[in-house]
Each structure stands twice: as C-alpha cells, then as structure tokens.
C-alpha cells in the first residue's frame, strides 16, 4: 500500500526567523504522526538552517527547483548534487509557476526528471491544466502529454519511487479546490495511463493533489483512494493548519 507524503511548498515566502519559528511549530504539532510522510520545501537560501532545524525529527526537507546541468558556468543555478549535499530529498519540478514565469517546456522538466534520478533525488513532478484547459474539457490530454515527456524520454522506470503532484492550475491560490470527486477522476486517469506501460509502476507511484488544500478540505480529499496526499502552498506556511492536513492524510492511510 502507497504511503501518503504531505509536503509544504513554501514558495517565495520567509525569512530567517520565519523559517526557525514554523520548524519549531511543526515539530511540536506533527511529534506523534505516524502513516505519512511529511517534508517542507523553504526557499533554497534557508535549506540549510532548516536541515539543522528539522535534525531528529521525521519531517524531510525538500526544494522547489533544480538545474539541468550539474556544474560550470550557469550563473544563479542549484545543481541536484548541492541540493543532495545539503541534505534535500524531494525536489520539486515542473510547477505551473516555472512553466508560466520562466516558460520551462516538458522536455526541459524531463531532463530535471532525469537529473534528479541520477543523483538519487526524488521528483516531485508537477502537471496540471489551465482553467481555460479544463473548460475545453482537455483535462486528461494537457496531463498525459506532460507525463509523456517524462515517460518517452526516461521509460517508465523513471517513475519507481517518484512523486506525481496534480496541480489545476485553476485551483492554485484562489480558494478553489478542486472537489475530491473531480481529483479522483484525474488521479486515476493519471495512474491508468502510466499503466498502460507498467502497471506495478503505476500501483506504486505517489500523486498528490494540490492547489487549494487547506485545515478544512484535506480530509475528504484523502478519502479517495488514487489521492496519497497532497502539494500545499498556502497553508504550509501555518503549522497548526499543515498539522490538520497531515494528521487528515495519516488518518485516511490508516482507516484504509
Ligand atoms: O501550488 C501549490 C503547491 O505547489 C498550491 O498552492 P496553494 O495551496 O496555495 O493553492
């Protein structure tokens, strides 16, 4: 059975004493979990401060990109080597903010795929539709072709001990979750169609839904069943509400 993974993504927010006093919050509030697995991705500038703050405790810390190129002459890049040394384990690519922002392309986001398995990182793959996208019912196509560029490029192999986050676009920031039925749908669209290449793969890779996910709607979003947590934005800057939303994932794991 699939372990569900509850992981904060900090974005561009913080500071030094944030960073101290949310780690000190979440160690509190998450001591007794047990049944999910719980990181934080700070901003890459507070990684380290936050790796000597989380020591002893079961909360794993993440980052929020990483370079294709593993040294040289890239100035202001992160390589998934340093990201490794300074103690990350799940790395998040592909977020709709970097596909906006800076305009990366699937293949690009496949090559971090294939970085971060070389150095023995885990991908945190994120995909997910525009609202215009989901109006135009393309849903299930804009998903599948951003799992493809992974899986044309990398085989399914790639996505042994990986981490899928489905993001709608449409739901990030605003309030606007998608409902767990809506998720479920979209998470076993996603789960069948690697499937369709290798089924054990896809009984065990992690999806996770994200945008919106907050103290109120976690739990029943955790009740569906292709759902293994969830990529939080907001809310992971609270401890008490990240507390809710992994207590909820924990609970759903272990009532099923
Ligand atoms: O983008 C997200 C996580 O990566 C979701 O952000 P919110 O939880 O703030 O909607």
Redesign the pocket.
């Known amino acids: 059975m699939r372990h569900p993974l509850v992981m904060g ?1 900090w ?1 561009l927010n913080g500071n030094k004493q944030m960073t101290g006093d949310l780690i000190d919050g979440l160690r509190k509030a998450l001591s007794g979990v047990d049944g999910c697995d719980v990181a934080i991705a700070p901003p890459v500038i507070y990684l380290d401060q936050a790796k000597h703050a989380l020591s002893g405790s079961h909360i794993s810390l993440g980052a929020q990109n990483v370079d294709i190129n593993l040294s040289g002459a890239f100035t202001g890049d992160i390589s998934a080597e340093m990201l490794k040394d300074i103690g990350a384990k799940y790395i ?1 690519i592909g ?3 970097r596909r906006t922002y800076h305009k990366e392309s699937d293949e690009f986001i496949a090559k971090k795929f294939a970085v971060l398995k070389e150095a023995g990182l885990i991908p945190v793959l ?1 995909i997910g539709e525009t609202e215009s996208e989901n109006e135009a019912g393309k849903t299930e196509e804009v998903c599948a072709r951003q799992i493809d560029a992974v899986l044309n490029a990398l085989g399914a192999d790639a996505f042994k001990d990986a981490v899928i ?1 489905y ?1 709608p676009i449409w ?4 309030g606007k979750s998608a409902t767990p039925v809506q998720a479920q749908a979209i998470h076993q669209f996603i789960r069948q169609h690697i499937a369709k290449k290798d089924a054990a793969i896809a009984e065990q890779v992690i999806i996770q839904y ?4 907050n103290d109120k709607n976690a739990a029943e979003l955790f009740t569906q069943p292709d759902i293994d947590g969830a ?6 800057l609270k401890a008490d509400a990240f507390a809710v939303i992994v207590n909820a994932a924990a609970a759903a794991k272990n009532a099923g």
Do not use: Q
């Open positions: 993504n974005k998040i977020h709709s903010e994120c986050a993001e739901a990030i920031g605003t994200g945008g919106s996910v990529l939080v934005g907001g809310a992971s």
